[in-house]
């Protein structure tokens, strides 16, 4: 759909040429839909998705600029490059894993993994209902209930 639209795009040429060469795709969630200050234009990450050569959407913080990524989720599947649990991988167990020791433990909800939980609306994943730190609730109904610990 978006590469069709988009041919120009040499976004995903490149990709497929460096995973032949064992790299690491990660598609930047930085403000396409907020500030719009570091990068206004979120079809080449779009493009990334839908070729399915992403191994990683992160946001790299850019500078404070960046959208949550949860905003960057919904448009995403608003585009129809993804699905929610295709998505919530490759912000979640997929970077988990990356680099061996950094998150041990963590990425997936499955026993004797650490887990950290967000409960979002059904209808707007933008919105945050929960969050659950080390099985205690810190977020309820959007609120903050408990301070978080790091």
């Known amino acids: 759909m978006l ?3 988009r041919e120009d795009l040499a ?13 690491h795709v990660e ?5 396409s839909f907020g500030a719009p200050m570091i990068d206004p234009d979120p079809f080449p990450g779009f493009a990334l998705l ?8 992160c946001t790299d913080y850019c ?3 960046h959208d949550p990524l949860l905003r960057y989720i919904s ?4 585009a129809g490059v993804g699905t929610l ?4 991988r490759l912000v979640t167990s997929s970077p988990a894993g990356f680099i061996p020791g950094l998150a041990p433990n963590r990425g997936l909800l499955e026993p004797g993994k650490i887990a ?21 609730i810190v977020v309820e109904d959007g609120r903050i209930v408990a301070p978080i610990r790091a």
């Open 85 to 88: 649990l295709s998505l919530i």
């Open 63 to 65: 500078g404070g600029y």
């Open 3 to 5: 590469l069709e639209e």
């Open 75 to 78: 448009e995403a599947i608003r």
């Open 116 to 136: 950290d939980v967000i409960i979002v609306d059904r209808h707007d994943i933008t919105k945050v209902r929960y969050v659950i730190i080390g099985g205690e």
């Open 27 to 31: 598609v930047l969630a930085a403000d």
């Open 50 to 57: 839908e070729a399915g050569l992403a191994d990683s959407i």
């Open 11 to 23: 976004v995903v040429e490149t990709a497929t040429e460096l995973k032949a060469r064992g790299a």
